[in-house]
């Protein structure tokens, strides 16, 4: 197999460090659907490199399993779909790791960031299960172990990022026989998706599909038609965390007056039985 594909200057050790605002040195990947042969590399080397059963319940080799579209979940962190289209074509789905994103947006105790690195990555010890970032992400990535009955976690892509601290490509672009992942800083991915699209007008949708949706994601889509409303959820170009972020506020603007109600009627009861009395009273 071919070595995947990186850009100069990319999958330098990345730090772990997290801050508000996106690094402006942050990586992506540049994933490029038409050139994408749909061999499954990919999946079979995401599973292998987080420790999971690399045969699932279809064998790689069988086409079969493009039959029907499928989602990552806790099985498989990410995978590829074969879209009907005049021209049928091959789509790489996992987590897009968004510049904003609403998973940790909407997490009440901080278990999800976003890396320097771009990774969005999340704290198992942490967690404490309540699965708003499932609801909250509008890619539906999160994925929860339903089947797992002790200590069951969210699954999702990490974008290998104890590989990029080590100085390694993540482990799907590296296996990728054809070079249609690269790997690189976001700025420069953005440069060379463009510029492909004018060197090859025909071939490509003028758009880049990641580059503005929800605030700019560090997953990028080249694609010969339209992927939005199609292949990938249409979404506008605002932070989904606002939206989520409401949703979050509201709930405890509700939450919170019944949990002052109670706590009022509690002191009540509680200085009703023992608080001070003058005159016997
Ligand atoms: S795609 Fe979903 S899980 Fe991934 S960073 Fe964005 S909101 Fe979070
Ligand atoms: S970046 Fe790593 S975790 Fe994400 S899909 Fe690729 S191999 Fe899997
Ligand atoms: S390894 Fe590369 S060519 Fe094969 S399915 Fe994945 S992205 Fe497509």
Redesign the pocket.
């Known amino acids: 197999m071919a070595a995947g594909a990186g850009l100069a200057g990319a999958a330098s050790p990345a730090s772990a460090s997290v801050s508000a605002e996106p690094s402006p040195t942050r990586s992506g990947v540049l994933v490029d659907t038409t050139v994408c042969i749909g061999c499954r590399s990919c999946e079979q080397a995401c599973k292998a490199a987080h420790g999971m059963p690399t045969q699932g319940p279809e064998a790689y080799e069988d086409d079969a399993v493009f039959d029907a579209p499928r989602r990552p979940d806790s099985t498989a962190l990410t995978v590829v779909n074969r879209l009907e289209a005049e021209r049928p074509f091959f789509l790489k789905a996992q987590?897009?790791?968004?510049d904003h994103?609403?998973?940790?947006s909407s997490c009440i105790v901080g278990a999800?960031t976003?890396e320097e690195s771009g990774a969005?990555v999340w704290d198992t010890s942490k967690c404490i299960g309540c699965r708003y970032?499932i609801v909250?992400?509008?890619?539906q990535?999160?994925a929860f172990e339903w089947g797992k009955a002790l200590e069951p976690r969210i699954m999702?892509?990490d974008f290998c990022a104890p590989r990029q601290r080590d100085g390694e490509l993540p482990a799907c672009v590296e296996r990728c026989p054809v070079e249609a992942l690269t790997f690189g800083p976001r700025d420069e991915l953005l440069r060379v998706a463009h510029e492909r699209i004018k060197r090859s007008p025909g071939k490509y949708n003028p758009r880049v599909y990641g580059e503005l949706e929800?605030g700019g994601?560090s997953w990028m889509y080249l694609s010969a038609r339209e992927l939005a409303g199609e292949a990938l959820p249409k979404l506008g170009t605002r932070p989904?965390p606002g939206v989520s972020e409401s949703i979050q506020h509201g709930i405890f603007a509700y939450f919170v007056p019944p949990v002052a109600l109670y706590s009022l009627l509690g002191f009540l009861m509680w200085d009703a039985k023992n608080g001070p009395r003058e005159g016997g009273e």
């Open positions: 987590c897009m790791h968004c994103p609403a998973c940790a999800f976003k969005v970032c909250a992400c509008p890619f990535v999160p999702k892509c929800v994601t989904a």
